[in-house]
């Protein structure tokens, strides 16, 4: 296969497929169409809650699918003891990050389903670093642990109103909104310090026992550090930050969560975690984890175009035999040249050097 006429999309997807099928993840196949009811019955799963939605022709209102992860869960079944891996290389159709509108998105990602332990997780991590090493670039991959923050603001207060308030001030790094927030609920300076000692947390893996050391021991504290020294290990250490203003929807996900970054793109390229409350809220018991790339978003880190668009433009006229200019132009190509065949030169086709069967060769 001739590498120079992919495009970067196409070049990522195939060292994805070959870099997931040596982990032993099976390739997941599925329609373009879903029943319009599963996204209307879980829109707080999906990224955006906007959905192309018809009538097919026996009266049932269809979908072009918006997400790849509630298919998987819905179309599979709990084995005891047994774990589903796939990976998925599918087209879907919603509101593009990079344009705000509706957009046809290649997405490729994986999931682990069944009995996730913390080798799935550190399986699941490690490939989201070689995936985002696939696409090339300076890249980072953000960790954190839900639970260490839902334990943390508990430990402060209990009221629903703080702890949203709170975590949303966590997600955007912004003491000073919290600060403003603990006021109001009365929480002590000694307990803001500490919340703002987890908003400014930023440490490679091998700097967690250091931290973890300085908060009380839990559950969420003993996963980090099993992973953290996992990763110290791993040979993505340096790419990998432990970052615990990361969030997301605890109705979605549990555990550990992490974003990938390329530099030249503002927005994250991948997204992951694990989502046993997925599973749970569409009758699954098993549990899960697994990361999206959206491939989309690589148009940023597109190569400037060549400057020209066909080495060869090879002029024939009337009097030209059709045997003599295919004759020509195979030879050319056979040079290793690109070459296009035409009775007038267009407007806008950029090349490197014209043939002219009617005249003389010249070079432009």
């Known amino acids: 296969m001739n590498?120079?006429?992919?495009?970067?999309?196409?070049?990522?997807?195939?060292?994805?497929?070959?870099?997931?099928?040596?982990?032993?993840?099976?390739?997941?196949?599925?329609?373009?169409?879903?029943?319009?009811?599963?996204?209307?019955r879980n829109k707080e799963f999906m990224v955006g809650d906007r959905v192309i939605a018809f009538n097919d022709t026996n009266g049932k209102m269809l979908a072009l699918k918006p997400d790849v992860t509630l298919s998987i869960i819905k179309g599979g079944e709990d084995r005891p003891g047994e774990k589903q891996k796939v990976y998925y290389d599918e087209n879907v159709y919603r509101v593009s990050k990079s344009t705000h509108r509706f957009k046809e998105i290649r997405q490729a990602g994986l999931e682990c389903i069944g009995e996730v332990d913390l080798y799935d997780v550190f399986e699941t991590v490690s490939l989201a670093c070689e995936s985002m090493n696939?696409?090339?670039?300076?890249?980072?991959?953000?960790?954190?642990?839900?639970?260490?923050?839902?334990?943390?603001?508990?430990?402060?207060?209990?009221?629903?109103?703080?702890?949203?308030?709170?975590?949303?001030?966590?997600?955007?790094?912004?003491?000073?909104?919290?600060?403003?927030?603990?006021?109001?609920?009365?929480?002590?300076?000694?307990?803001?310090?500490?919340?703002?000692?987890?908003?400014?947390?930023?440490?490679?893996?091998?700097?967690?026992?250091?931290?973890?050391?300085?908060?009380?021991?839990?559950?969420?504290?003993?996963?980090?550090?099993?992973?953290?020294?996992?990763?110290?290990?791993?040979?993505?250490?340096?790419?990998?930050?432990?970052?615990?203003?990361?969030?997301?929807?605890v109705n979605y996900y549990n555990g550990f969560i992490f974003k990938g970054f390329l530099r030249g793109i503002a927005s994250d390229v991948l997204s992951g975690g694990q989502y046993d409350g997925m599973m749970e809220k569409l009758g699954r018991k098993s549990r899960a984890v697994g990361f999206a790339l959206y491939l989309d978003l690589l148009e940023a880190l597109d190569e400037p175009e060549p400057g020209f668009d066909v080495d060869v433009l090879l002029l024939y006229g009337e009097q030209n035999d059709p045997a003599a200019v295919m004759a020509k132009a195979n030879t050319i190509r056979a040079s290793g040249k690109t070459c296009s065949a035409q009775r007038a030169i267009p407007e806008k086709l950029r090349y490197r050097e014209l043939v002219d069967l009617t005249k003389e060769a010249t070079k432009c």
Request: net charge negative; proline share 4%.
């Open 3 to 40: 590498d120079a006429v992919l495009t970067r999309e196409e070049k990522v997807v195939f060292a994805l497929r070959e870099l997931y099928r040596r982990y032993g993840y099976l390739p997941y196949r599925m329609s373009k169409f879903e029943e319009y009811e599963l996204y209307v």
């Open 134 to 249: 696939a696409i090339g670039g300076d890249y980072l991959l953000t960790v954190s642990h839900l639970g260490l923050l839902t334990d943390a603001l508990s430990r402060v207060s209990r009221d629903p109103a703080f702890l949203s308030a709170a975590s949303g001030c966590v997600a955007g790094k912004n003491a000073h909104d919290l600060k403003a927030v603990c006021e109001k609920s009365g929480v002590s300076d000694a307990d803001y310090d500490g919340l703002c000692r987890l908003l400014a947390a930023n440490f490679a893996p091998a700097d967690a026992p250091a931290f973890l050391s300085t908060l009380p021991d839990s559950d969420a504290t003993r996963e980090i550090a099993s992973l953290a020294a996992l990763l110290a290990a791993s040979p993505y250490a340096d790419k990998i930050r432990f970052d615990f203003s990361l969030t997301g929807d």
